[in-house]
């Protein structure tokens, strides 16, 4: 037997239409999305935070930002501001008490160098490279684009 959509579809007009049903129990959220997707559904939401004005970091410098699940490492590498995670791939090292050379940061604890452009790790002991964080300037402001 078809709805009384599928009536109308067809170019007739249903005399009577289908009740509306009512739910015998309230709608939960795991009954639209299970739990299991929640997590790959917050994993995939995209976030732009301000984390202040592009002329405070000069050529040369870096901070770090303890923003989101892991700090950030900001650096202005020749006038061009990037943002990779500070956490050194090696031993957990914070990279922003190392030294900046060029486009490269220097690990404090072994001296592993990362690329901050994309970053490489390009010496030893580390091997893992450092995660990247797309970078936005909008109004002399500096937005990093974290997922959530
Ligand atoms: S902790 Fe960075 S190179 Fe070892």
Do not use: Y
């Not at 002991?125 to 970078?135: R, S």
């Amino acid at each position: 037997m078809l709805s009384a959509c599928a009536q109308v579809s067809r170019g007739t007009t249903p005399t009577t239409l289908a009740p509306i049903p009512t739910l015998k129990q309230p709608c939960t959220r795991s009954q639209i999305f299970p739990d299991e997707w929640a997590s790959d559904i917050l994993h995939m939401t995209t976030v732009w935070l301000d984390v202040g004005i592009d002329t405070d970091l000069e050529p040369g410098d870096m901070k770090r930002l303890d923003i989101g699940r892991e700090p950030v490492l900001l650096a202005n590498v020749e006038g061009t501001i990037v943002a990779v995670a500070d956490t050194c791939t090696h031993e957990d090292a914070s990279l922003s008490g190392g030294a900046l050379d060029g486009v490269f940061v220097r690990c404090p604890l072994h001296g592993s160098r990362f690329c901050l452009l994309d970053g490489k790790a390009v010496d030893d002991p580390a091997e893992i490279d450092l995660k990247t964080f797309p970078i936005r300037i909008e109004h002399g402001r500096i937005l990093i684009e974290l997922s959530r």
